[in-house]
Every structure is written in structure tokens, then in C-alpha cells.
């Protein structure tokens, strides 16, 4: 059975840095896309980054890039969302997730929540002003 479970959220100053964790399990994510969502309350979940499981190009929405990294460590089957310069409205439940959706895997519907097959159940980062 496949598992997400995202981990490092919590409660940071505008400015700081957090880091988010997913460890997966359950299968080999050779032939997956990975990414990372966000939901705030009364808004729609969003993408933030994504990444091809065996690497190549990365991918970030433009709120986030310059300030958040997305990596993955293969040997540990572990996701990672390094988050800097955090802004108020980065406040936020934050989710990984896997697709196995060709189109995910090249990048093209990579940031589309409707093409991911498995999903953690979230973190939340607050960031204060």
C-alpha cells in the first residue's frame, strides 16, 4: 500500500526557513512524478514544485520560485521541500504527491492536481507577520 507522509511544518517568522519532508513507501517511484501542493483555508489546493522521481527538470509555480527548492533523496524513497524567505501567504497545509501519468512524468501536466494517483496527508506551515 502505497504511503505519503509529510513531516516539518509548524510555526515560523516571515523570513524564516522550513523544510518539508515526505517519506514514501509501498512501491519503487522510478516511473513517477512527485510534487508538493498547498491549501489555505477558503482557497483551492495549489501547486508549488515538482519534480521527476529519477530527476531531470524541476518545476515551480511562480510564487515560489527563488524562495523554495524541491529535491528527493532516492536511497531514503524521501521528498523535500526547502522553503526560504517565507512570506505570510505561504501560510498554508502543505501535501506531497505521486503521479504516474506520462504527461506528469514530461512535465506537461505536472502541476495539475487532478493527474496525482496518491496523495500525504498534509503538514501545515503558519508563517507569522
Known amino acids: 500500500q502505497v504511503q505519503l507522509v509529510e513531516s516539518g511544518g509548524g510555526l515560523v517568522q516571515a523570513g524564516g526557513s522550513l523544510r518539508l519532508s515526505c517519506a514514501a513507501s509501498?512501491?519503487?517511484?522510478?516511473?513517477?512524478?512527485m510534487g508538493w501542493f498547498r491549501q489555505a483555508p477558503g482557497k483551492e489546493r495549489e501547486f508549488v514544485a515538482g519534480?521527476?522521481?529519477?530527476?531531470?527538470?524541476?518545476y515551480y509555480a511562480d510564487s515560489v520560485k527563488g524562495r523554495f527548492t524541491i529535491s528527493r533523496d532516492n536511497a531514503k524513497n524521501t521528498l523535500y521541500l526547502q522553503m526560504n524567505s517565507l512570506k505570510p501567504e505561504d501560510t498554508a497545509v502543505y501535501y506531497c504527491?505521486?503521479?504516474?501519468?506520462?504527461?506528469?512524468?514530461?512535465?506537461?501536466?505536472?502541476?495539475?492536481?487532478?493527474?496525482?494517483?496518491?496523495w500525504g496527508q498534509g503538514t501545515q506551515v503558519t508563517v507569522s507577520s
Open positions: 519534480i521527476r522521481w529519477l530527476g531531470g527538470k524541476i
Open positions: 509501498g512501491r519503487t517511484f522510478d516511473n513517477y512524478a
Open positions: 504527491a505521486a503521479s504516474r501519468a506520462a504527461s506528469a512524468i514530461a512535465g506537461v501536466t505536472i502541476h495539475m492536481r487532478s493527474v496525482y494517483d496518491y
